[in-house]
Structure formats: C-alpha cells, structure tokens
C-alpha cells in the first residue's frame, strides 16, 4: 500500500489505538523471567476531563511503558479513576437542582444511587481523552477507588489502623466549608491575595488603668476570644501578663499571656488569641489550656456561645454588627487598609472557616518517621533530587491527619454507635452486631476523605489483601510520575500507608514534574482565560468555538470581554489541528528537570513540520528502495560508502543517548536527540548524499546504498515510538518488510540498542568536515550573489587526503561544475576564497576586488569575536579549574582553529589589499 502524499493523522490515531487495545498489546506479559516494570496512573477524578497537566503527565508516563515494553519487560501501567467525594457530590446535586430536586429531599441511598447512574454514564470522559492521546494503560485492569475491591481494602485499613490506636476520633479544628458543610483537606483551600481592613480595637484593662489595642482582619471572632497575647520579651506589656481584660462586647473577661508565637513588630503587638477559629491560636490555646468557645454553626452563623445580639447572624453580618457596636462604645481605636491572604474553597470560592469539629483522625507521627527512614535509606529516590528537602519538611511537620468528610458520596467509615454513644468499629455491620452484643446500632454518617483510598492506590489496585500474582509481581512499582503540589497529600501517605501494610516502599522512583504554563509563563485557569485543552489541540477548533468555550461560564461580563478580546488577539484563526504525536513531542522536548513548562503553541507547530519530514522522508525511501535490491540477503554484494558508515554511527550514538535520557528522565534531552538525529541529519544530510549514490556506476554501491537507507529508518521509526507512537507505527507498516522486519506491530518489536563496534570515527570525521565544506562553498555562493542555476567550478588546496573521496558529494551538494583537489599552494588570484581551517576553498569567478575585501573582513571580525571569547574561558582559572577535561581541551582546540583561519584569512587579504595597489598604479587608473 503506497502512502499517502501528505500526513493526515486523524485516521492513523483512531485506527491504530483500537487495532492496539483490541489485540491486547497494553497488557502485562507475566512473563516469568522478564523484569518487572510498573507504573501507577495518579487517578485522575472520575469528574474530570483531560487538561494539559494531565496530558503532559500521561505523554512522560506512555512513553516510559512503550519503552520498557520494547525492552522486553513485563510491563504494567496500572490505570484507574479517585471517586472524587466533594467533586462528583457537587456535580451530581446540581444536576439534580436544575431538575428540582434536592439531596437532603432524596434521602442517602436514592442519592447514592443518583451517583452511580451518573458515573456509568458520564464517569469515562477522561479515560476516553486518554485514549486519544495514545496512552497504553491496561485498561482490562482499570480500577475505580469505590469498586468493591479496593472498598473491601479501604475497610479493612481503617479497622486495623483503630485496633491498632491510630486511628481516633477527637474535637480537633479543621478547614471547613460552610456552604458544602464538610471538612475539607489544605489542598481543597486556594488562599489568594484579597484586599480587606485591618481593625485596631480597644480592650480595656480591668483594674480601669487603661487599655490595650488589638489589630484583627476579622472582628467578628472576638466573640470567642479566650486570651491576648503578647511577647514574652516585649518590655512594653511584659508587666501586664496574668492580669486580665475586658472583653467587648460579652461582658466576659480573658486573660492577658505571654507567648513566643506574638510578632512584637506587627501592629501593636497584642494580639487577640480564639483558639476555636484560629490554627496558629489554636496551639497557642494547648500550650496555656485555654478554653475552646466555637460562635458559628456548620453554616457560618453564630450560635448560642455569643450573645444574644449577635445569634444568627451570618459571619459577615455579624462582622459589621460588632464593628458598628464597638464604634458606638468607643472602643474601635482605628482601621486601615490591608493586604491579606484569604483562604477559599477550591469548590464553592467561599472564604473556608477554621472549625472545631468531631472528626476522625489517623495518628501519623511514628509511620512518617519511618517514611522519611525510606527516603533516607535510598529505598526511594526522588528525581530531581531537591525534591527530597520538602518531602522531609513534610514530614518532620506533619499533623494528625483528618480523615472524615460530611458528605454522602464515598467510603462511609466502618464505626457503629449504640444509643449510649458507644462505637463499635469493624469491617462489617454484622461484625459491630457481635461486638455490641445485640444493641441498636446506628452507622457513622461521614464518609472518608478521598485521600486515604488514594493513600491505598499501590497495593489496593494490585488486590492486597489477597496475595495475587500481580501483588507479588508489581510492588514496589517502578516509578511514580506526579506534580509537586501532592507530594504531601499523596506521594508521602502513600509511602507511610504501603509499608505499614505490606512491608515495602510504594515505588522505587518518584519523578516530579513542573507546572505546565502558558506562553508567558502564567498559570493556566478558567478565570484568566488561558487554559488550553489537548483535544483542541490534538484536533484544531475554529475560534468563535474557542472564544465560546473560554467565556460561556464566566457571569462577570467585563471578565468575559476581556478574555474574547485576547484570544482574538492570540488566536485569530482560531487553534490548528496538531495531531497526537505533535503534541507528544512537545510535551517532551519541553520536560526539563525543575522548571515549570511554558507551552507555546508554536513549539507545537514546529513538531507538526517535524512529523511531516518524516512522513515526506519515508515516502521517498520508499519511492528508491520498493522493488529494489537492498541486499537483505546474508550473500549479498553491496559496499558501504563513508556516507553510509557515518549515518550508521550516528544512529549508535543517537541510540545510546536515548537509552541514557530515558534512564534518568530526560524526555527534552530525547525528543532532543531525535529530532538532531532524524531532522539534521537522515533527512538533511544523509538523504541528499545518497542521491548521489544511487546513480552511482557501481551495483553494490547503490545496493549498500538502499540497504542503509531503509534498515536505518525502520530503527529509527523503532527509536522514536515511544515518543510519538501513531506515525511511526503507521511507516513501519511500509517500511519494516523493506528492512527484512516482520511482525503485526512495532509494539512489539526490540528497542534498538547500541552496537559501539558500529561507531565509525573516521567517518564520523570525514562527513564533518564535508558539511563545513558544503556550508562553506553555499556561503560563498550566496555572498557572490550566485543563483542556484549557475555552477562553477570549484579549486580546494589542502594537503589533507581524507578528502579524496568527497569530490562528487561537494560538487552535487554544493551546485557545482566541477572539483579539483590541489595539493600546492594557491597562485595569486582575485577569485573568491574561504577558509575551512587549514583547507582553502576557491570559487573560480570573476570578482570585484573591493567587494572580496570587504568580504573577507567581515568573515575576520567574526572569527576574531570568537576567538576573544574562548581565549577569556581560557584565561579563567574558575573555567580551567572547575569545567570537564574534555570541555577545556576542546576549547583549546577551538582556539587553535580560529587562530589557523585567521592567519589564512590575514593572508588572502593582504594579497588582495597588493592586487589593489597594483591595480591602483596601472595606467589609466
């Protein structure tokens, strides 16, 4: 089948990932005497649909898999979807509100069951984006963090983590939504910076000597005061601790104490302390006993704890009573204007409330020890490597971790109460029956935080507790590949979680990546209007869909014209189609260790042009090879040129640094590698050498000839699948029976691997210099204002004898008449010289001596700044002391040949400057 004339990658994606899913191709082997390879996909929300973090994410991981599955390994990336409690809770109920219909009204099991209709129809968007960026997950092992087995893993953690102590339930302050009515984790909290007050407010002394003055941003919680604080050292205050103060507005007292937590230098240095609504007063509160008064309701209002003016008050509707109260008592001293971080639901952008609440709690202290022992054992490694430091800050702070959301949707927790308020844990009800010895049980509302089923996702996905082959097999897996911002909430519990219940560490790696960003570097959100999404991406969309799809949400109008403007701006024709393998390699070249990624949109376009050489490049071998020749055969005559040994070694090289950039996570320095190796050099360079090869005279010429070109691009299409898997499967349909490869698809064909005996120095030398060459002759035609129609001949005077041989490449790649190797020095000549080294390269036309002169002296300057340059490295002690051997010696080399070129360009100009003179004294002149 010939190919088509121009690359179309949408039908080549649809149908090879189903031709690679249907045939089982993603899955593990299981083979016994393969090593094991496993990567764990970060369970994308079952709400979710695939944004550029994800899909750069699943392009790192897809092209590790296909990788080691070439390298014959059993492989398994292990894919699945986090039930996602708040998200798909929140979903689901406004779904049913625009139906009229409210959750409380349903009841629990009718909305549950609400939940799962909605997640088998709806549920599989982002899987279904993943396919269509090529990932080869095995999806016969997809699991759900809500599906029976890891709901049975979930259970049986929790129980025995309680019968072992460590897990509890406590009155402990948490962040808290008012509107969902939940806890929620500090990764569910945005805090941004808002513009609000700073309130100075008096609280008199009780003895009448006087006041002091409290700076607060929320007024509102002096009802629940228990102390001012001041700093223990602060000669201004430090004989007023133990006495106490009025509190306004309550008619209560509260004491004056001192504590290391109090910033002297901030506002007046007292500072109200509300152990109750604050984390940070919240520990000042344990270190003194101070008592714990919560004024708001799970809905944000205040309770009966405040007084009677202030009951039922919304938070801020109280905050402006109690400001207007206490001006009216003369005790509000002054208010300013402040800068201040607010902390708001990532769900509902309600300001979130610290709350003390009943919740449960996992006791994490002793297991995050052993985690860091982990770390610091080299068991785990983090790459980078600077990544360990906040894994250890992490962990040598971290907190009782709270594990109880008010929510329906999730793991419900496995606790039994009696009516005296007794609670019974275990795995099922019928067990809490046993233990309760035949009393009325009623079952704990909440459900689980997310996150501990995440904490699980190692070895629940892998069927613990049953001991399964894939259990034995997989764990630790190989690699975790996730974003620095969860190293805390998930990488590090689930390292405390696996251990504990099994033994081992999750992973041996954890690859953490950066932030991708736009063009600018801004961080991509719906509220700035710059967020791209791989879809459109992968298949164009026209822009009034784009400015719709970026604008249709917003409800401010101003926000919206703001942002149709700019992408108008930006985008003006709206957003091409790139193709999966385009938007891969981008994602690629871009995966630099420890920086965030800025996406442009015209990296995007260059890898589209690249996958196109390619296409345009096998489309011609094949045009040459088909039906030819290509000495497959082990008796075949051929002969290999330089030109063929030299692209031979080039691939050992390129094969060598591809397999190194995937060992130590350097996607950019492998799409790097591939793009020099198959752009620069297959197609530019060795392609348009064997032109002249295939004309050649001599049979075993063109045989060798025909025989490199194509087994050299099945490997490389080999070399490149990991990277972009749908092209280079397609050619390699064409191409590998060419190349004496058989097999139904390069999935499962070798990785090739480097063949050092391969690497041809001398060749490698010689096509170099016939590049500097060729660059050299096509600069000087250009700067003679030549056409490429008109060829002249050309005069190389060189000693060397390595260029023997290169005469009829030079004379086909450089567009001319004729080459002639002369070994003696140039006559005195006008025609046109450049200097290659020690080689001088001679143009025969006539020339206009002030021209060649002026010439020559900007091909001088030039040689000289370089020259400068490399001399102040190497006049450096710092550079000569601390750069590689081999750096220090290449810039003496470097050296030595510009000083070699500036002599011979010295000489040309001074003959040139002697004809001038001559030609100055001649009669007439």
């Known amino acids: 089948m010939d190919l088509e004339k121009s690359f179309d ?175 929620v984790s500090d990764l569910e909290v945005v805090s941004q910076e808002e513009q609000g007050h700073l309130w100075h407010i008096r609280y008199p002394l009780l003895d009448g000597s006087g006041y002091l003055v409290v700076a607060t941003t929320r007024p509102e919680t002096l009802l629940g005061d228990a102390a001012v604080a001041v700093h223990p050292e602060d000669a201004r205050y430090r004989h007023l601790v133990g006495q106490q103060v009025q509190l306004p507005l309550t008619g209560r007292t509260i004491p004056i104490i001192a504590d290391q937590y109090v910033d002297p230098a901030f506002g007046t240095g007292c500072v109200k302390i509300t152990p109750a609504h604050d984390f940070n007063d919240y520990q000042v509160g344990q270190r003194h006993q101070l008592p714990l008064r919560s004024i708001f309701t799970h809905s944000a209002h205040i309770n009966d704890e405040a007084p009677v003016a202030y009951r039922g008050l919304e938070r801020f509707e109280a905050r402006a009573r109690v400001l207007e109260d206490l001006q009216a008592q003369g005790l509000l001293d002054s208010t300013e204007a402040h800068t201040l971080m607010v902390p708001r639901g990532d769900r509902t952008q309600q300001v979130i409330e610290p709350m003390l609440s009943d919740q449960w709690f996992v006791s994490t202290q002793g297991m995050a020890q052993q985690a ?137 790696e954890v690859y953490v990546t950066g932030l991708v960003r736009d063009a600018h570097g801004q961080k991509m959100s719906k509220s700035k209007g710059n967020v791209l999404d791989p879809i459109d991406l992968i298949d164009g969309i026209d822009l009034e869909a784009l400015v719709k799809k970026r604008t249709s949400h917003l409800m401010d109008p101003k926000q919206a014209a703001s942002i149709e403007k700019s992408t108008r701006q930006e985008y003006p024709r709206g957003i091409p189609s790139f193709g999966t393998d385009a938007l891969r390699f981008t994602f690629a070249s871009l995966a630099t260790h420890g920086r965030d990624i800025k996406f442009d949109l015209q990296r995007c376009e260059g890898y589209r042009n690249f996958c196109n050489k390619l296409w345009n490049a096998t489309r011609y071998v094949l045009m040459n090879v088909q039906g030819q020749d290509c000495a497959l055969e082990a008796d075949a005559s051929y002969t290999l040129s330089v ?226 340059k490399c001399q102040a490295k190497l006049t450096n002690p710092k550079f000569v002391e601390r750069a590689p051997e081999a750096v220090v010696v290449q810039e003496k080399e470097r050296l030595a040949r510009f000083t070699s070129t500036l002599a011979e360009l010295e000489q040309q100009l001074s003959h040139l400057q002697s004809l001038s003179v001559n030609s100055a004294l001649e009669p007439g002149h």
Request: proline letters at 5%.
């Open 9 to 183: 990658p949408h039908p080549i994606e649809s149908h090879w990932y189903a031709e690679w899913e249907s045939r089982g191709y993603f899955k593990a082997s299981m083979a016994p005497d393969a090593p094991a390879y496993c990567i764990l996909l970060p369970p994308p929300n079952v709400t979710g649909t695939l944004h550029m973090g994800h899909a750069f994410q699943h392009t790192l991981m897809d092209s590790l898999v296909r990788y080691r599955r070439m390298m014959g390994d059993n492989v398994l990336w292990q894919a699945g979807t986090d039930h996602a409690g708040i998200a798909t809770q929140i979903v689901v109920e406004r779904q049913l509100e625009a139906q009229g219909l409210e959750r409380q009204a349903l009841g629990r099991d009718a909305f549950l069951e609400k939940v799962w209709e909605w997640k088998e129809h709806s549920g599989s968007t982002i899987t279904r984006q993943m396919r269509r960026l090529g990932s080869s997950c095995d999806w016969t092992r997809e699991r759900f963090t809500m599906d029976q087995g890891l709901s049975q893993a979930v259970t049986r953690v929790f129980v025995q983590l309680y019968r072992e102590g460590l897990i509890y339930r406590g009155k402990r302050l948490v962040n808290w939504d008012p509107v969902l009515q939940t806890a």
């Open 372 to 508: 860091l022992r982990l770390v610091h054992d080299n068991q785990i490694h983090f790459v980078p490597e600077n990544w360990t430091s906040t894994y250890e800050h992490w962990m040598n702070n971290i907190q009782d971790w709270c594990i109880s959301r008010q929510l329906w949707w999730g793991h419900r927790i496995p606790a039994w109460y009696d009516e005296a308020g007794q609670v019974y844990v275990a795995e099922t009800r019928q067990e809490a029956e046993r233990l309760a010895a035949g009393k009325t049980l009623h079952q704990d509302e909440d459900v689980l935080d997310t996150w501990f089923s995440s904490a699980l996702w190692p070895f629940s996905t892998l069927g613990w507790p049953a001991q399964t082959p894939e259990l034995q097999t997989f764990l630790p897996s190989s690699v975790l590949v996730t974003g620095f911002d969860i190293i805390f909430f998930w990488v590090a519990r689930m390292v405390m979680m696996t251990h504990h219940f099994t033994g081992q560490v999750p992973f041996r």
């Open 643 to 868: 030109a063929d040994r030299w692209i031979v070694s080039r691939l050992q090289e390129a094969e060598a640094a591809l397999h190194e950039a995937f060992r130590t996570y350097r996607f950019d320095l492998a799409a790097r590698a591939l793009y020099e190796f198959l752009w620069d050099e297959y197609c530019d360079w060795y392609l348009e050498l064997a032109k002249t090869q295939l004309t050649d005279s001599n049979p075993d010429v063109q045989r060798g000839t025909r025989r490199t070109l194509v087994r050299v691009l099945e490997t490389t299409l080999r070399l490149a699948h990991p990277l972009i898997p749908f092209i280079t499967e397609a050619l390699w349909q064409q191409v590998a029976p060419l190349a004496g490869k058989t097999g139904p698809s390069l999935m499962l064909q070798p990785y090739p691997r480097p063949q050092r005996e391969r690497v041809d120095t001398q060749a490698t030398a010689q096509i170099e210099r016939l590049k500097a060459l060729v660059n050299a002759c096509r600069t000087l035609r250009s700067e003679m204002h030549l056409t490429p129609a008109e060829r002249v001949p050309l005069r190389i005077f060189s000693h060397e004898a390595d260029l023997h041989g290169l005469e009829g490449y030079l004379q086909f790649l450089a567009r001319l008449s004729s080459v002639e190797i002369c070994a003696q020095e140039p006559p005195q000549s006008t025609t046109p010289v450049a200097v290659v080294d020690d080689v001088r390269l001679m143009l025969i036309v006539a020339i206009d001596l002030a021209t060649e002169q002026q010439r020559l002296q900007r091909q001088r300057d030039k040689i000289r700044e370089e020259q400068v």
